[in-house]
């Protein structure tokens, strides 16, 4: 089985800090680990993902995440936030043997002036 | 070129009503997703198809749920007597097939059962 934890449900970051978004997986076999984005009444936009390549994942929007196996981590991080990241964001995990993805409960950041 | 489409958009229904939510897959794409998101929550997982071929429908909650992908390209998700709890945010993903391929997003059908 796979699950994705999300930490924190809200995040508020100022205009120019650093954004971090947290993300532990849980995965049997090697995972595949997605960033989506959904901002109101959208649908999911990807970010980046990471597929057993790279450890270090450069994503749209200035965004990057870093998958760390001994932490069974995928942090999303963007060195410089911006008005127009305020979103929710959400982590995901799939397997090859399992294409559905499986997604975090989803962190809102919401960035301030 | 057009991403994925989904119809209608926003769709109310009173309690004990069938529904029909329809996706249109991005041309090419073999795998087809459907997921429930429900307010405030991440996407959930309903059923998935390869081509025509259901191969996982263990997410869908109950047995008046149904889909279907009959040509291998566009995809019906019926929902039969709505339930309350049936309000959600419905969403359609196609990709090319692999597990590590990008799923697309349509924009939903937001579901409301009154």
Not at chain 1, 95 to 107: D, E, Y
Not at chain 2, 46 to 69: H, I, V, W
Request: proline letters at 4%; one cysteine or more.
């Amino acid at each position: 089985a796979q699950s994705v934890t999300q930490l924190g449900s809200h995040v508020s970051v100022s205009e120019g800090a650093l954004v971090l978004l947290r993300c532990n997986y849980s995965s049997s076999v090697p995972p595949y680990l997605f960033w989506y984005v959904q901002y109101p009444n959208q649908g999911l936009q990807l970010l980046l993902k990471y597929t057993s390549a790279a450890t270090l994942v450069k994503g749209i929007n200035g965004f990057e995440a870093e998958f760390k196996k001994s932490e069974t981590s995928f942090h999303l991080t963007k060195p410089s936030a911006h008005m127009s990241d305020a979103a929710e964001y959400f982590c995901a995990v799939s397997t090859g043997t399992a294409s559905k993805l499986t997604f975090g409960t989803g962190t809102r950041l919401q960035v301030t002036l | 070129g057009a991403g994925v489409s989904q119809s209608p958009r926003y769709k109310v229904a009173k309690r004990g009503q069938d529904v029909a939510l329809r996706c249109d897959p991005i041309s090419g794409h073999v795998s087809l997703f459907w997921y429930q998101q429900a307010l405030g929550q991440g996407p959930e997982f309903l059923t998935y198809f390869q081509n025509e071929a259901q191969l996982d429908k263990s997410g869908l909650p109950s047995d008046r749920f149904f889909a279907e992908r009959p040509e291998g390209s566009v995809s019906t998700l019926k929902i039969q007597r709505t339930q309350q709890e049936d309000s959600a945010v419905y969403l359609c993903a196609s990709s090319l097939g692999h597990a590590e391929e990008t799923q697309y997003f349509g924009p939903g059908t937001r579901l409301l059962v009154l």
